[in-house]
T-cell receptor, first 114, second 113 residues
Framework: SQKIEQNSEALNIQEGKTATLTCNYT??????LQWYRQDPGRGPVFLLL?????KEKRKERLKVTFDTTLKQSLFHITASQPADSATYLC?????????????FGPGTRLSVLP | NAGVTQTPKFQVLKTGQSMTLQCAQD?????MSWYRQDPGMGLRLIHY???????DQGEVPNGYNVSRSTTEDFPLRLLSAAPSQTSVYFC????????????FGQGTRLTVV
């Protein structure tokens, strides 16, 4: 089976710094990896998607990298702001012996301190 | 454009009661799914549908039923509520699975007493 881990349950950083969140998986290499943001009491909101043959994707202050050798994706928020405080989820789409799967990690709660 | 609409937003049930959580989307998406979210466990897939008339089980399907009679609607039925079903439930839709973004509803917070 596939296990997805995201770095520490909570991450605190100072405003203006770069936040780096990790998403690690154990077995099956995903064809697609997505990152979502979730605010308290709300549903997740899509941020970025990266394909297995892509190394990096950027969108404004956000950057995602994907290393299939390390079985890891990194999610960076540069020049972080208090408004970036939220829980960030990674999601993997992969195929195993039983078929296709779309699975979410447990999330990392990011707090950007002013 | 309403996106994905879930009702109700909050619900309290007694053990053994049944109810239906409603989910509707207006984006003409084929793929719809139901998740439950519990503290420390992330989103877990209950049931999903790849189109009208087609449904399949996810990771945690026991105690839940679904149907997909139209592209727009994907209701989730709790047959006989148990305290273990206390959770926040999210419905999501997407054009396809995995390679396109998923749109989520606002969630239903269910408490079973």
């Amino acid at each position: 089976s596939q296990k997805i881990e995201q770095n520490s349950e909570a991450l605190n950083i100072q405003e203006g710094k770069t936040a780096t969140l990790t998403c690690n998986y154990t077995n099956y290499s995903p064809a697609y990896l997505q990152w979502y943001r979730q605010d308290p009491g709300r549903g997740p909101v899509f941020l970025l998607l990266i394909r297995e043959n892509e190394k990096e994707k950027r969108k404004e202050r956000l950057k995602v990298t994907f290393d299939t050798t390390l079985k890891q994706s990194l999610f960076h928020i540069t020049a972080s702001q208090p408004a970036d405080s939220a829980t960030y989820l990674c999601a993997l789409f992969y195929t195993d012996n039983y078929g296709q799967n779309f699975v979410f990690g447990p999330g990392t709660r990011l707090s950007v301190l002013p | 454009n309403a996106g994905v609409t879930q009702t109700p937003k909050f619900q309290v049930l007694k053990t053994g009661q049944s109810m239906t959580l409603q989910c509707a989307q207006d984006m003409n998406h084929e793929y719809m799914s139901w998740y439950r979210q519990d503290p420390g466990m992330g989103l877990r897939l209950i049931h999903y549908s790849v189109g009208a008339g087609i449904t399949d089980q996810g990771e945690v399907p026991n105690g839940y039923n679904v149907s997909r009679s139209t592209t727009e609607d994907f209701p989730l039925r709790l047959l006989s509520a148990a305290p273990s079903q206390t959770s926040v439930y999210f419905c999501a839709s997407s054009y396809s699975q995995g390679d396109t973004e998923a749109f989520f509803g606002q969630g239903t917070r269910l408490t079973v007493v």
